[in-house]
């Protein structure tokens, strides 16, 4: 089992920053990489970036390139997601997830879920 803890949402203005943590404990080793996904009312849950565990290599979707970035602390096993720019269609529900096989954009190659944070971004 793994276990992730979320935490850094909250409220900004259109054009500030956020970042967001994503700590993980238990079956790090079973980890092949962790990603971001966000839920906006009444969207499907889309994919937002993601990094390889071990390598550190990092995607991200055509929407966020260039003013999101994914870094890393090996030794607390977080991950974070530093989040500039902020326009309002950025405002979702934020989950982290640890995923056990490649195919970061995919649902389904995620096996544990963070609790989710949200981040409103007012104009």
């Known amino acids: 089992q793994v276990q992730l803890v979320e935490s850094g949402g909250g409220l900004v203005q259109a054009g500030g920053s956020l970042r967001l943590s994503c700590a993980a404990s238990?079956?790090?080793?079973?980890?092949?990489?962790m990603g971001w996904f966000r839920q906006a009312p009444g969207k499907e849950r889309e994919f937002v970036a993601a990094?390889?565990?071990?390598?550190?290599?990092?995607y991200y979707a055509d929407s966020v390139k260039g003013r999101f970035t994914i870094s890393r602390d090996n030794i607390k096993n977080t991950r974070y997601l530093q989040m500039n720019s902020l326009t309002p269609e950025d405002t979702a529900v934020y989950y982290c997830?640890?995923?056990?096989?490649?195919?970061?954009?995919?649902?389904?190659?995620?096996?544990?879920w963070g609790q989710g944070t949200q981040v409103t971004v007012s104009s």
């Open positions: 990094t390889s565990w071990s390598s550190g290599n990092t």
């Open positions: 238990g079956r790090t080793a079973s980890i092949y990489g």
């Open positions: 997830a640890a995923a056990g096989r490649p195919g970061f954009g995919r649902r389904e190659s995620y096996d544990y």
